[in-house]
């Protein structure tokens, strides 16, 4: 199988599709099977509709159960994503499939109005995104975000929103309007401050420097934004998340939050290969200290512990984080959400547009 240190993506390669019983491949004299690659895979955009627009997880270590993902797939191409493995049951894979084949949504904003609308339906917060960035690079041609976060606005829907990319800027004037009406939050997801180490890790995302400006000028706004440091990876990105925390408070955030690198499914094999073509001299150690993270594996379904880890290296990661938090962001908190103004159970008509 081939792997390609391809610029702007984060797989080396496409996996076979555990759910599919053939593959296409081509077939060399020599007796070689080798999948077929581009130099520069294009990105293909398929429309799909959508019955449900909301997500719903009962994970107890989750804060928010619902959440609305108006893409499936991300060019973002972070290696370490969870949503990977999701792709495959939409008949991709979670290599470069995953960052080059995205689904686009295009009635998930009709389908949330007419859920808001539902007599039974009660208002709880919903995230964008629970799943891929609402705001990757397709969002600038589609705008389903934008359209999702104008629903929320007229029906007076909470929403919480974390993103990598800086395109959320294009928003403001929305976030404004929903921060005045205590209607959002914005979290800026933030794991590391090194640029070189952006372009291997998270290539199509947002450097830190542009999250932390755009921060600093939502919050001058009164856009309340907090961050998350996720996925920590020991060996890679550990040695920032003090520096994070404290370059976010500086900037105005008001809570943060962490969780540590797992990798479930097809990822362990994706983020070996992706170790040993960027970090071949540390790749062993790395995957040893994520093994240790979650009982010896590199996969973890552990409600409580798949999250935050445990062991002497979850200890001493949370021992880090408390202490940044103490230190940079004791007495703030995000403002509770306003649910009595909402509009929905077919009510919208009844007030001024």
């Known amino acids: 199988m081939n792997r390609h240190l391809t610029k702007g993506r984060g797989a080396g390669y496409s996996p076979p599709n555990k759910f599919q019983q053939s593959e296409l491949v081509q077939e060399f004299i020599e007796g070689l099977d080798e999948e077929i690659l581009t130099e520069k895979p294009a ?87 629970g799943n891929t960035d609402c705001y990757q690079p397709a969002e600038r041609t589609y705008r389903l975000t934008r359209g999702i976060l104008e629903a929320c606005l007229a029906y007076r829907h909470p929403v919480s929103i974390i993103t990598k990319n800086v395109l959320i800027k294009r928003d403001m004037d929305l976030l404004v309007e929903l921060a005045k009406h205590r209607l959002v939050h914005v979290y800026f997801s933030i794991n590391h401050l090194d640029p070189s180490l952006k372009s291997m890790l998270e290539p199509r995302t947002a450097s830190a420097a542009k999250k932390l400006t755009l921060l600093a000028d939502f919050s001058a706004h009164g856009i309340p934004c907090g961050i998350m440091v996720a996925p920590i990876i020991p060996g890679i990105n550990l040695q920032d998340m003090t520096s994070i ?109």
């Open 43 to 129: 990105t293909k955009f398929i429309e799909v509709q959508v019955k449900n627009p909301l997500s719903k997880n009962d994970s107890p270590d989750l804060l928010l159960n619902y959440s609305v993902n108006p893409y499936q797939g991300c060019e973002h191409g972070c290696i370490y994503c969870y949503a990977r493995n999701s792709h495959q049951y939409w008949g991709y894979d979670s290599g470069l499939g995953f960052e080059t084949t995205i689904l686009v949504k295009k009635d998930i904003v009709q389908t949330l109005k007419k859920t808001f609308e539902c007599i039974s339906y009660k208002p709880q917060v919903i995230l964008l995104s």
């Open 245 to 353: 925390v404290q370059q976010s408070a500086d900037a105005g955030a008001l809570k943060a939050g962490y969780t540590v690198v797992r990798l479930n499914g097809q990822l362990g094999d994706l983020f070996r290969d992706w170790l040993e073509r960027y970090f071949p001299d540390r790749a062993s150690k790395v995957l040893n200290q994520i093994q240790s993270l979650h009982g010896g594996s590199l996969n973890d379904a552990n409600w409580g512990r798949r999250m935050k880890g445990e062991g002497t290296m979850a200890e001493l990661i949370r021992q880090m984080f408390q202490a940044a938090s103490t230190k940079y962001l004791s007495n703030r908190t995000m403002p509770d959400y306003d649910f009595s103004a909402f509009r929905g159970n077919g009510q919208l008509s009844l007030f001024p547009s």
